[in-house]
């Protein structure tokens, strides 16, 4: 066995000196101290955009390989060779031959001594949603040609000499204000000063009514640079168009423009509510927001916003600050979010609007059923894999695949430190394992799925479980206060646990859920509710559908006494 062992490392050694592999320096003159993260080798064969831009779950996605580094010191070299873990390619080694550009990237992570005693390397978001190719302050090389062979033992030197620049803090206008603040009871958890906000558009006559107390409208959604979709100037009318090749029209920019600026002008109209309308900002060091519900591996980010942040905007902004005069409206992520926050906090919402929410029960995780399914990536068979789909065009064409995804995700970082969809969800989901980091739900390689970790899902997030379970402690609280909406052709197949949540929700008794369920026709990511409008128009009116019909339905759910007419000026 020992002459076996001696032999294989013969073999790996000599197969090294015949790989091509790359040898990467940093510049001096960047002064950078020791550091800890992810390389990521980027490998395209075209120079449309720099390679750092050219990774996603496309056909046409370049190449990304990486390894994790701890206690790079300054003025030494870190080789990457065939060892490193790639995407659509797994290894260098199954690169062809040819020419092509190169770059690489440092993801930065920083240490963080958690409260509940495990040591975590991450990468602390910086003011840009948790993307590692734009965060403020990692390192990277300039783009060379080169020619690569996998067969060559040359190695290929690579000078990181670039850092990416901090991000400029949003404007302030009559209308838009923006708060941070620094939370106690995360700052606690993560061991290091923690921070959440929000940008918030203000009601027209705001200043014009200093004794009138707002409702609270809250948007959950992915990172918010700014507040989105509200412009007080018509839409450029030289603006070059763009093509959405996802909505198949041409000059949807200056569609979003316009369509930005109708809602300014609905906004500061006659007859529309005059509420404060937030969108909170909550970038976590694993993905571009929280999911806004405590986690035992990312903290107690549910408690943080609804008695810290909140409670703090309502004081600033005039806000009326009870649970009768705020609600949630969200899509995706932000749909989730809308639900989970009404279930959790049943009192402190007064209704929720979620559209096309990420899974909202755990038979359906997109398309695999985490309670009963064995494999992630692949439908058991005898004698065949059959690959799981991850994303879908509105006839049903396949775009990719779970595994593919979660192949790319775990070439970009281990440990769920991706930043991207699959990781997040074990990192608000999971339970924290023995090194600290999320416990997998499945194995990220094989795919294979852990029950346990799936039992834990199911108590702990799974809504539509949830809800069912507790129906009769939060059954008064949360009855007319549901509204779920998602096309029948969701990119993403989110519509498969909404049809699971409406059986259920339909059988509640003792009260009844009085809740509402909708489905778009052909309609894929991400579908509001409104029939009237393509899906392209509607995903852009958030905040005047949501609003408007809230302010309807708050007059059926206030307590008795609650002020329903000085906003409504």
């Known amino acids: 066995m020992r002459k076996l062992f001696l032999l294989l490392l013969i073999m790996q050694a000599a197969f090294l000196c015949n790989a ?35 990774i996603n779950d496309e056909a046409a996605s370049q ?18 060779d065939m060892h490193a873990f790639g995407y659509p390619l797994e290894r260098l ?15 930065k992570y920083e240490t963080f001594h958690l409260k509940n005693g495990h040591t975590v390397k991450l990468p602390m978001d910086r003011g840009e949603g948790q993307h590692w190719n734009i965060a403020p302050g990692n390192i990277y090389s300039t783009p060379i040609k080169i020619h690569f062979d996998p067969n060559s033992s040359n190695e290929i030197e690579l000078t990181i000499s670039q850092i990416i620049p901090p ?8 209308y838009i204000k923006h708060i941070k603040i620094q939370s106690k009871l995360l700052t606690e958890f993560w061991g290091r000063p923690m921070f959440i906000g929000a940008h918030i558009l203000l009601p027209e006559g705001f200043d014009e009514h200093p004794n009138v107390k707002y409702p609270l409208a ?21 603006l070059k168009p763009d093509t959405s090749t996802r909505f198949r029209i041409s000059g949807y920019n200056k569609i979003v423009q316009q369509e930005a600026y109708n809602f300014y002008k609905q906004w500061t109209g006659p007859n529309f509510p005059r509420v404060l309308a937030i969108e909170i900002e909550h970038a976590t060091p694993y993905y571009d927001d929280s999911y806004a519900v405590n986690s035992e591996c990312m903290g107690p980010y549910g408690d943080a916003i609804t008695y810290e942040l909140i409670p703090e905007i309502e004081k600033q902004f005039r806000g009326i600050g009870k649970g009768w005069a705020r609600f949630t409206y969200g899509g995706s992520t932000g749909g989730w979010e809308a639900l989970a926050v009404q279930v959790f906090y049943p009192d402190e919402y007064n209704g929720c609007y979620a559209a096309c929410p990420d899974p909202v029960d755990f038979h359906h995780y ?3 059923d985490i309670y009963n399914d064995k494999n992630a990536f692949y439908v058991e068979s005898d004698y065949r894999k059959t690959m799981r789909p991850a994303y ?35 990192a608000v989901f999971s339970p924290t394992d023995v090194d600290g980091y999320p416990k997998r739900i499945f194995d990220k390689y094989t795919g294979t799925i852990d029950s346990s970790v799936a039992n834990y899902w199911k108590e702990h997030y799974d809504l539509t479980h949830i809800i069912n379970r507790d129906w009769s402690k939060i059954g008064d609280k949360l009855k007319g206060k549901i509204h779920i909406y998602v096309g029948d052709m969701d990119s993403y197949y989110l519509n498969n646990a909404v049809y699971t949540a409406e059986d259920v929700l339909k059988k509640l008794n003792n009260p009844t859920c009085n809740c509402e369920v909708d489905y778009g026709d052909r309609a894929e990511h991400c579908w509001n509710g409104d029939h009237t409008q393509p899906n392209y128009i509607s995903r852009l009116r958030y905040h005047q559908m949501y609003i408007k019909k809230w302010a309807e339905e708050v007059k059926t759910r206030a307590p008795e006494g609650a002020d329903l007419k000085s906003w409504r000026y």
């Not at 080694?93 to 993801?107: F, M, N, R, S, T």
């Not at 809250?218 to 030289?238: K, L, Q, S, V």
Request: aromatic fraction near 10%; proline fraction near 5%.
């Open 20 to 54: 091509q592999t790359f040898r990467v320096t940093i510049q001096s003159s960047l002064n950078q101290p020791v550091l800890d993260g992810r390389i990521l080798l980027l490998i395209s064969n075209n120079n449309s955009n720099e390679p750092r831009f050219q």
């Open 63 to 80: 190449m990304v390989f990486g390894i994790d580094v701890e206690n790079w010191q300054p003025a030494t070299s870190r080789l990457v």
């Open 93 to 107: 080694k199954d690169v062809p031959a040819g020419d092509y550009y190169v770059q690489v990237l440092l993801h």
């Open 167 to 174: 991000i400029k803090e949003p404007e302030t206008t009559k």
């Open 218 to 238: 809250i948007f959950h959604g992915h990172f918010p640079a700014d507040f989105d979709g509200f412009r007080t100037i018509p839409a450029e009318e030289n």
């Open 366 to 368: 997109t398309t695999m």
């Open 392 to 426: 879908r065009d509105y006839l049903g064409h396949v775009k990719t695949m779970v595994k593919e995804t979660n192949q790319r995700e775990l070439a970009l970082g281990t440990r769920s430190r991706s930043g991207d969809q699959y990781d997040v969800w074990e």
